[in-house]
């Protein structure tokens, strides 16, 4: 069973920035495609970015080119940076992936990121 643990969430003011880490328990991360959503209260999770197990970044239309999904297969670990923060952005943010043949899904419990003044 694969498990995931966001870290990295937080408060930050519009326009600052903030990188999130998703870590992976399995040995066979680097087969596998990652993805973050999120979910704002009142607002059913959207998918914001994913990774192909190959690097090859997807991205949310919406986001206007402020965040980027990156990939350590070393450390088991995906992570998504966010520039140029907006109160829009702020939501529960998840990482998660599909293992054993598309037959099974795992999701993190989640971080919190909060963008206010």
């Known amino acids: 069973q694969v498990q995931l643990v966001e870290s990295g969430g937080g408060l930050v003011q519009p326009g600052g920035s903030l990188r999130l880490s998703c870590a992976a328990s399995t040995n066979f991360f680097s087969i596998y495609a990652m993805g973050w959503y999120r979910q704002a209260p009142g607002k059913q999770r959207e998918l914001v970015a994913t990774?192909?197990?190959?690097?090859?970044?997807n991205y949310a239309d919406s986001l206007e080119g402020r965040f980027t999904i990156s990939r350590d297969n070393a450390r088991n670990t995906v992570y998504l940076q966010m520039n140029f923060l907006k109160p829009e952005d702020t939501a529960v943010y998840y990482c998660s992936t599909v293992y054993d043949r598309g037959t099974k899904t795992a999701w993190g419990q989640g971080t919190q990121v909060t963008v206010s003044s």
């Open positions: 990774i192909s197990r190959a690097g090859i970044p």
